[in-house]
């Protein structure tokens, strides 16, 4: 199968998005100054609020494994229709 046709364009990645003010401000500095962009990828600070390094491999009950962080996403359905819909933009996020 080929890939999603943005999957070949141009993309911003790092570790360390702050907030959902810093990850807005990315995708509106790309916009505004012409750059391409067409997908954002996440590392880490996306899905959970604390790291599950020295977790054994039965983990914790009140880890959320697949939440989403509420520093970086406190309305994670409207922000990625948002970046999706009026930003043009995709967002993945990186899972270890």
Known sequence: AVLPRYA???GASRWGWKNRAYIEDTITKFRERNHPIDY????????????????TK????YYEDFGYHPLTFDEPAKQLAAYRN???IKMAGIRK
């Open 58 to 61: 039965e983990g914790t009950q």
């Open 8 to 10: 070949f364009g141009f």
């Open 40 to 55: 954002i990828i996440i590392d880490f600070e996306w899905f959970t609020n604390e790291s599950d390094y020295k977790y």
């Open 86 to 88: 009026k930003q043009h």
